[in-house]
Every structure is written in structure tokens, then in C-alpha cells.
């Protein structure tokens, strides 16, 4: 019976493994065989004299990166990776692999992003590759758990959508038989309606479409968001949320990953608790007074202004109360100070990683704050309809699964991130 690589001991006596021919060395008399599967990496060794033919001819004809079944006697090694080796008895080529490989899986030869990208199922068997990716599946997993805890309903919503949730710009137009259609920005109305219908607590873990012109290291047409929303819940509950969600999927990741973590080089600890929240005036003054520019009250943090926030923050934190004008018609403004609203982005001190608010749940003050956006009721007309049948106050956030984990394990590129990419130049594979 095949076991997994990683579980051969130093002490195991026999094993029987399936797996990728990682590297050959053939010395003349004695051979290596690097064999690697997702666990690990084991060498096999034959040693021409003692071997069978059969297991000779097997090994010589076999190329990197065929699949290979090995039998065989298991020994102490202390040079060997993992303190042991395998002897092989027998020795069956699974499935050939071709040369020249289009991508070098021992990373002798670096590859450029664009090239891997383009044999991706190549640059993941890289172990470092697979590494990014299993850590990815352990945050998901262990936020998707920790809400589970918390009373979360999962739900999933439309992906196509006849209107625009975050205004009407950075929308895809599907072909919708007769009818216009987008693909969505965002699963915002749909969460908020879910609120309507008595939910209390949803999250969804699932794709957004944003038609950004940008080619950026931080920015992909196709993300993935980790929604949620909470009724009778305020900005600041929110908040609170946000922070466990964060702590959690570094805890996780620093339990469950160390051997993939130590693939990578990188020991991302667990940020420390509570994040500071300062406000966005107060942001603004600290970033005007780093790059020697005057930012005034109601412009964006551009780049610039966020990387010397962060700088001076030197880890997470929250930016809090927005001007109203420049935040969504959902976010709720404060009644004694209707220009300021309890909205907030979390902040990595590289990006920033999810914004929230409060929602507006009263129907009046929604349209209204619809129609200052230059955008009209009419066509939110499914949205706006639940707000006039009981909706609690409520409250949520967005956080992109992507930059989550680029920020954790300090990847230079969002799409170290991804699996399959998809930015202005990529639509394969
Ligand atoms: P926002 O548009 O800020 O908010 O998106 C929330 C988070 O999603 C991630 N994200 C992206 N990641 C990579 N590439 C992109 N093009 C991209 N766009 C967004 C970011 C961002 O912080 N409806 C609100 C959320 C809410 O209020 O609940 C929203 O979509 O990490």
C-alpha cells in the first residue's frame, strides 16, 4: 500500500511510494533518484550491482517529472534527505513525462512569473508553490470554521447581476441572452437583503469581478472575498470580528503549517491585538506630514499615503469614520455629523486588506444617499424593496482571501496568490 513520503521514518523498514521524478543524478555505478510527492521528498537509491535488471532498465529509461511506483527496503541515511533512503525493488514508470520540461519543478533554472503562470500545474508541484496554496486552504478552512462557531449561516449569491453594487464603474457586461448583465463586484446587496430576511449572521467565501484598468501587483480582475454581515451589530462589533478573523487564520496557519512555512522562509507570527483604530482625518494628517504633501479632508489615501501610513504603523490597524462623500451609499453616517460615516478599512501596513460599516437601514435615507451618488433608486429596486419591511441596523465587511494571504506569507505579487490569475493580459489558462 502507498504511504505518503513525508511519513517515511528513518526507522520504517519497507515502503511502498507513488510519486514525481524530482531529480536523477546518475554517478555511474549508483544512482539518486529524488522522488517527491505533496508530503515530501525521499531519495531512491540503486546501486547497479545489486539491483535487478529490471529495476535498471526501469530507472534508466525514466525522465523528471514521470510518475513513478517504487518498492523497497527503507534505510538510515544521515546525507539523505529526512535521515533515510529507499532501495528499490521494483521500479514501474507510471507515466512518462516529455522533454525538454516547459518549467524546471527543482528550480535549477528560475522562471519568470509569466512563464509559470503558464504551466501552472508545473509551478505547483513546485513545493514551495504548493506550500502558498495548502496555507491558503488552511485560512479558508479556518476562518470558514471559526464563523461556523460564531453562528454564521454560509450563503451563496448570484455571480450574474443586472445592476452595479459598488457604483458604475469596474463592471464586466455579460451576454445575458436578450438582457444586460454583469458579472458581480461584490455579494454587498445580496448580504444586506439577507439581513432583511432574518439571517442575522452570513458570511460567503466567493469570487468578485472588478474590471480594474490596472495592471498592479496587488490588484486582479477575479478576487476572492470572504463577505460577512451581521444584524444588530455596529461598525465597531464589526471590527471586533475582523480582528478575531485575522488572529485566527495566523494562529492556524502557525499551527497546522510549520513544515510549509518553513518551505517558504517566513515565520509570520500572530499579530497582536487590538489593532489600532485611528480616524481617517487622523490618517490623513500623519500621511501629509511623511510625504510633505497636503492631503485635504475628503481626498482618497492613494498609494503614496497608504505606504507611509504604514510605515508609521508598522502593522495592522483600522482607518475609521470616512468622509461620507467618498465611501458607498450603504455606509451609514453618524446622526449628529451626517458628514462622517461609520465606515473603516483594515489596513496591513503593505495595503489594505477589507473594508466594512455600518449600513444605512433606514429606506428614506438610502435613497437618498443613492441619488448623492449621481446613481438611481430605480434600478436597486430589489435591494431597496426589503428596507421597507423590517430591516434591523446591521453591519459588515469584505476581506480579499488573496491579499490575506500575500500579506501573511509577504509574496511580492497577488498572484503568487492565485492559482489562475486572471488580470488585463490573462484570461489562460
Ligand atoms: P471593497 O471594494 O473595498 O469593499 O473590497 C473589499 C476587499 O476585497 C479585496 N479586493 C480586491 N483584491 C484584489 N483585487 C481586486 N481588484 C480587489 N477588489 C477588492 C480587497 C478589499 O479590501 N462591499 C464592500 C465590502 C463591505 O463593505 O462589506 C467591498 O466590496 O482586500
Known sequence: MRIPIADITPETEAAEIIGWVHEIRDLGG??????????????????????????????KS?????????????????????????????????????TPLPLDVAEKVPAELDTRLDARFL????????AIFQIRSTVTHAIADLLAREGFITIQTPKVVAAATEGGTELFPIAYFEKEAFLNQSPQLYKQMMMAAGFEKVVEIGPIFRAEE????????????IDVEVSFADHHDVMNLLERVIVTAYEAV?????????????????PETPFPRITYEEAIGIASAKIEEDLAYGDDLGTAAEKALGEEMGEHYFVVDWPTEIKPYYALPYEDRPEVCRAFDLMHPRMELSSGAQRVH???LLVEQIRAKGLSPESFEFYLQPFLYGMPPHAGWGLGAERLVMTMLDLPNIR?????PRDRHRLTP
Do not use: M, W
Open 30 to 59: 549508483l544512482a539518486f533518484y529524488l522522488i517527491r510527492d505533496r508530503s515530501g521528498i525521499i531519495q531512491a537509491t540503486i546501486v547497479k550491482k545489486k539491483a535487478t535488471d529490471d529495476v535498471i532498465e526501469a530507472a
Open 62 to 98: 525514466v525522465s523528471r517529472e514521470s510518475v513513478v511506483r517504487i518498492t523497497g527496503p527503507v534505510r538510515a541515511v544521515e546525507k539523505a534527505p529526512g535521515g533515510r533512503e529507499l532501495i528499490p525493488e521494483t521500479f514501474e514508470v507510471i507515466a512518462r513525462a516529455e
Open 123 to 130: 509551478d505547483a508541484r513546485r513545493p514551495r508553490i504548493s
Open 214 to 225: 490596472h495592471n498592479t501587483v496587488r490588484h486582479l480582475n477575479e478576487a476572492t472575498s
Open 254 to 270: 502557525n499551527d497546522r503549517c510549520a513544515s510549509q512555512l518553513e518551505v517558504l522562509g517566513v515565520a509570520p507570527g500572530v
Open 362 to 364: 433606514r429606506h428614506d
Open 416 to 420: 503568487e496568490a492565485v492559482l489562475f
